[in-house]
């Protein structure tokens, strides 16, 4: 206290405040004058200048971190099951959540940048020297502490990108000698990522790293203050005060890193305007991908952009075994960090500034370069032609990349077979690239699509949005089929091009809209019915149906137009694919062509007609749901084809004590994706009519 | 202000004074802090006394879902699982690629989980190899390494079983990663 305390000017305080004024009350109570004076009413020496604003702009960047981050802690569960599901709704559901998750992360990638520049100032300047070293110390802290809580916030939505690259980064934790595993296994909240790695992670990232920058934050204002600003040497202009001057060049800083944050999130607005397009106001700011999933490969896993040095910087110890991996996660990562400790010491000695200097360019050239390298890796195939190496893979897949055959094919010259070796690493990258890029629009198409499906109007269940994804026909279907039926069967729309290639290599039915109109009216066209994309390349190519399909059914006398047309709807009407615009009457005619015993009823068993089971498949309910499972799960069944199947595995029996190729759930999965019976939103619908079908 | 009449106490009393007051106010603080650091620090350390439990043999799938033609076949790995409060029943908990040679009914499983830092490694069918979509370690079809890559050892192979009625089922196991040895995580 700098004024002596009367115990009785308590008294006095009602006369003097109508006198000298609130102010002057306040002031006695709690001498704010003093404090305001002293924190503005510093020396700047030579003036104000741009260059001392970063600083400001770092604290600015953290205030804005916290408020906004204070908000949406409001509005964050963290859990396995609610975590995606929270920051879903606060991005696409609440009013203004965009916005304010946009400027968070945007900011929080801002402010990785400020701090290179502030590092960079501070550096050049020579700002880390005596007195200030403790002060350089203390800032490197900070810079640690954001870094930490850059890492920990990735992986709070919970969703597949964030997972993937936190498994990256806390098993590179687990490399660190001795305490590794520990590490790791305390950061991840146990053996498996879960629960608890969310709930640590976020008590991390927004209670003890935030706590612990506030308090250093403290410390590094007020050495700051102690030693007074390091003034840019040499001094030309007159000394000038913290206010207004100075204060002013750091309120327009910290303007304009809002107005690039606000323009980074609004940009896209800006595009879709220009374009004509409506604007999703969820899409804007922060992405949000496709729930996390540890059974589904993410091959667009990347870390943040100011991480990918990091990143490609393990890619350099390609063949060095553990210890490249050590090298390149820890010690050298480590070692830079020390070297920045030492800096102060280091800058006693003019040469040891030079070397900081010199060393500091370095670090952000090389981050710099790496950056590049790994973009370059992963978006290659944008600008490469892969045209230009047919030859290279005339060769591969001539040889089957076999060394000593394809030195055979290039005559065993030494020349031809060193060029040939150079272009295709190059072929490589290539194709590397163009998995990388394929899998990133994949991460699109799923996170749109899970979005969709949490955006129904019976919201997201209490297992949470992956259990919607899984169940999701759209979503699984497609990679059901690849990876269990499309060995054989295609599934490609037969007007694209190329479409008769791919049925060529296939070995039994295109599946494309199975059940449909146009798939019913091929499997009757004489022309297609022996052809690829039916059963041209199977064991019935020339079987009943074929013939059936070729004479019978082309005797105009015993099928007329009208009766052939019936009998496409009625099949249509089976699997439950009508429009909704046919004919009632040519159904029903359709239904008695296809029970008659004269006609397809001779070898289907259809309705009332009483043909055997056995010979050719059963037509009730042909290409339902119902009926789909039925054939995937076992081909065999009496129902379909028990002494005519053609290769197809039974899908749904197992042996005893064993798994079956596809669960029951799967199985339906696959069935509901050929039909194309999914869950679409309702401003789609009036263009599809065809909506949930069953 | 109250004048309080106090002696003048020599200046040694009041040294061992200070220094004894010193001490107990720092014995007191100290142990007021300790039992609410205590019980941090211990429910902190929670999570290393959690272990994933020991590898038990799965279920995987049927001999014949699996092709004889030596071409690794991706199947996921289903299992119970508890993750802190929430119980899963039968949830695919990862990932192998299981192959068996021509005419052979001998199995052998890969995991899928990429021995340099945890990527889901993919089967690149066009290339006849395995590669990490993280780093570009790459592997061949038998999940060797192929140099130059980043990982520091091959692809993890998992101990299989059939039974007698072709039943395949896998030691599911979780493995340290960017080692060279390969350690089991318990
Ligand atoms: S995680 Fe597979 S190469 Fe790094």
């Known amino acids: 206290m700098t004024e002596p305390q009367n115990p009785d000017a308590s008294a006095d305080a009602p006369v003097s405040a109508s006198t000298r004024g609130l102010g002057d009350w306040l002031d006695s109570r709690t001498g704010y004058r003093a404090l305001i004076q002293s924190a503005l009413y510093e020396r700047v020496p030579g003036g104000a200048r741009w260059r001392y604003v970063w600083g400001s702009t770092l604290v600015f960047a953290f205030m804005t971190q916290v408020i906004t981050g204070l908000v949406l802690w409001a509005s964050y569960s963290a859990s396995a099951q609610t975590a995606w599901e929270s920051v879903y709704f606060i991005q696409y559901e609440m009013t203004g959540g965009w916005l304010l998750r946009g400027i968070h992360h945007v900011m929080a990638q801002a402010m990785i940048v400020l701090l290179a520049l502030h590092v960079m100032q501070v550096v050049i300047d020579g700002a880390y020297r005596a007195p200030r070293e403790v002060n350089f110390w203390l800032g490197l802290v900070l810079m640690t502490l954001v870094l930490g809580m850059a890492l920990t916030g990735y992986l709070l939505p919970w969703d597949q990108k964030g997972y993937w690259a936190t498994r990256v980064a806390t098993n590179l934790a687990g490399l660190v000698p001795f305490i590794g595993p520990s590490i790791q296994q305390l950061v991840v909240g146990g053996p498996d990522y879960g629960h608890h790695t969310l709930t640590r992670f976020f008590a991390l990232h927004a209670g003890f790293l935030p706590a612990t920058l506030v308090l250093f934050l403290v410390l590094h204002l007020s050495l700051f203050r102690k030693h007074g600003l390091h003034a840019k040497q040499p001094i030309t202009r007159p000394d000038a005060m913290f206010w207004p001057d100075q204060v002013l060049k750091d309120a327009v800083a910290m303007l304009a890193v809002m107005a690039v944050v606000l323009g980074v999130i609004l940009l896209p607005a800006l595009r879709a305007i220009l374009a004509g397009e409506p604007i999703v106001s969820g899409h804007l700011g922060a992405e949000l991908g496709a729930p996390a999933d540890p059974s589904e490969p993410y091959a667009a896993a990347r870390p943040e952009w100011y991480f990918l040095f990091l990143f490609q910087f393990l890619k350099v110890f390609e063949g060095w075994g553990a210890t490249g991996e050590f090298l390149g996660a820890i010690v050298v990562p480590g070692a830079t960090l020390g070297v920045m400790f030492l800096m102060p010491i280091l800058g006693q000695w003019k040469l040891g500034h030079r070397f900081n200097v010199l060393f500091t360019i370095a670090i952000l050239a090389g981050a710099g370069l790496l950056t590049a390298m790994a973009v370059h890796e992963d978006y290659y195939a944008l600008w490469a032609d892969r045209s230009a190496f047919a030859d290279v893979e005339k060769v591969l897949d001539s040889t089957g990349g076999d060394s000593e055959k394809i030195a055979a094919a290039l005559g065993h010259d030494e020349k031809k077979i060193a060029d040939f070796e150079n272009r295709r690493h190059k072929l490589e990258a290539i194709r590397r690239s163009e998995a990388f890029l394929s899998a990133v629009k994949q991460a699109g198409i799923d996170a749109d699509r899970a979005i969709e499906l949490a955006g129904r109007p019976e919201k997201i269940p209490p297992t949470g949005a992956l259990s919607l994804v899984r169940s999701d026909p759209l979503t699984q279907g497609p990679r059901l089929f690849a990876q269990h039926c499309a060995s054989c069967h295609a599934h490609v729309d037969p007007s694209v091009e190329g479409a008769e290639q791919v049925f060529a290599k296939s070995s039994a039915a295109n599946l494309f809209e199975f059940g449909g109109e146009s798939w019913v009216r091929g499997l009757l066209d004489p022309k297609q019915v022996a052809g690829a994309a039916y059963f041209g390349n199977t064991a019935h190519s020339e079987g009943d149906m074929v013939s059936f399909v070729t004479d019978d059914f082309t005797d105009e006398d015993v099928w007329n137009r009208s009766d052939k047309e019936a009998v496409v709807f009625a099949l249509v009407a089976e699997a439950g694919l009508l429009t909704g615009a046919e004919n009632k009457k040519a159904i029903k005619r359709g239904q008695e062509l296809i029970a008659d015993t004269d006609r397809c009823g001779s070898c289907h068993p259809y309705g009332e007609n009483e043909t055997e089971r056995g010979y050719a498949p059963d037509l009730n309910g042909w290409g339902s749901t119902e009926w789909l499972v039925g054939i995937i799960t076992d081909p065999t069944h009496q129902r379909f084809y028990p002494d005519t199947n053609d290769r197809m595995p039974r899908f749904g029996v197992a042996s005893e004590g064993g798994l079956p190729a596809l669960t029951s759930e799967q199985i339906e999965l696959i069935s509901r994706w050929l039909r194309g019976s999914w869950y679409r939103p309702a401003v789609n619908k009036k263009a599809e009519p065809a909506s949930v079908r069953h | ?186």
């Open chain 2, 1 to 186: 202000m109250t004048a309080e009449s106090h002696q003048e106490p020599t200046d040694k009393k009041t040294e061992r004074r200070s220094f004894l007051t010193g001490a107990l106010a720092m014995l007191c603080g100290g142990l007021a802090t300790v039992p609410p650091l205590g019980a941090a620090l211990w429910a902190f350390l929670d999570p290393l006394r959690r272990s994933s439990g020991a590898a038990t043999f799965l279920p995987l799938t049927d001999l014949t879902n699996i092709p004889a033609d030596g071409q690794p076949r991706q199947f996921p790995v289903i299992a119970d699982r508890i993750d802190a409060w929430t119980g899963f029943k039968a949830e695919p908990i990862g990932a192998v690629y299981v192959k068996r040679e021509e005419g052979s009914d001998r199995v052998e499983a890969l995991s899928a989980t990429c021995p340099h830092a945890g990527c889901f490694v993919e089967l690149d069918k066009a290339a006849g190899c395995f590669r990490c979509p993280c780093h570009n370690s790459s592997f061949t079809l038998d999940g060797g390494i192929v140099a130059p890559s980043p990982s520091p050892r091959s692809m993890d192979s998992l101990e299989c079983e059939v039974n007698k009625s072709g039943a395949v089922s896998v030691k599911w196991q979780n493995f340290y990663s960017g080692t060279e040895e390969k350690v089991a995580r318990e």
